[in-house]
């Protein structure tokens, strides 16, 4: 069965620092991928996506992932969090059939401290 | 532009009573609709996706199941509560026939059982 992976589950940062959050999956055929973002008391929103074409993806507020198929991984980066990054982050992997359903990983919680 | 609704926002019912909770989407037709429970640590699981009206599949036993009586309706429920039913609910929608699509969350219910 498809499974996303997400290491850190609680990250702690000072602004300003930088930002890598993991993401594995474990399907080997084709793959769409996603971040999704949480904000406090907020909905799931998107942040960016991988369909094809460059694996360096860019985001909204300075986000990107890279995807690295040889290590079926997607990154996440940012270069420098700010305390409004403060959030719950979500790698996910769409199955590429009927219902274009997603497989989620279990969340980063991340607090960046003023 | 395409909206998302969920309510209610927070629910609280004694173990075994029964469970509606609803989904509507507004701006868009033939959506595929999607339940998640999100578990904190374990990301979201997803329950429930419907292609359209009537139609309806499950990614996991449990005690819920769902319903999609119009386009742009979809429905949680359950007959007899059970205490592992407490969580955080999400629905979500994505364009259908359109290749793969990000999906777009509602803001969620909380639903805890006594």
């Known amino acids: 069965a498809q499974s996303v992976s997400q290491h850190n589950h609680h990250v702690i940062l000072s602004e300003a620092a930088s930002l890598e959050l993991g993401c594995n999956y474990s399907y080997g055929g084709t793959v769409n991928l996603f971040w999704y973002v949480q904000y406090p008391g907020q909905h799931l929103q998107l942040l960016l996506k991988?369909?094809?074409?460059?694996?360096l993806v860019k985001g909204i507020k300075g986000f990107e992932a890279e995807f690295i198929k040889s290590k079926f991984s997607f990154n996440l980066r940012k270069p420098s969090v700010q305390w409004s990054d403060t959030a719950e982050y979500f790698c996910?992997?769409?199955?590429?059939?009927?219902?274009?359903?997603?497989?989620f990983g279990g969340g980063t919680r991340l607090m960046v401290k003023p | 532009s395409q909206t998302i609704h969920q309510w209610p926002a927070t629910l609280v019912q004694p173990v075994g009573s029964p469970l509606s909770l609803e989904c509507t989407v507004e701006?868009?037709?033939?959506?595929?609709l999607y339940w998640y429970r999100q578990a904190a640590g374990r990301g979201l699981q997803l329950l429930f996706y419907?292609?359209?009206?009537?139609?309806i599949s499950s990614e996991v036993p449990q005690n819920l199941s769902a319903s999609r009586p119009q386009d742009r309706q979809f429905i949680l429920s359950s007959k007899k509560l059970l205490l592992s039913d407490s969580g955080f609910y999400l629905c979500?929608?994505?364009?259908?026939?359109?290749?793969?699509?990000?999906?777009?969350f509602g803001d969620g219910t909380r639903l805890s059982i006594l």
């Open positions: 991988y369909f094809s074409g460059d694996p």
């Open positions: 419907s292609v359209g009206i009537g139609q």
């Open positions: 979500a929608w994505s364009p259908r026939d359109r290749g793969i699509q990000p999906q777009h």
């Open positions: 996910a992997v769409n199955h590429n059939n009927a219902g274009n359903m997603l497989t």
């Open positions: 701006g868009t037709s033939n959506p595929n």
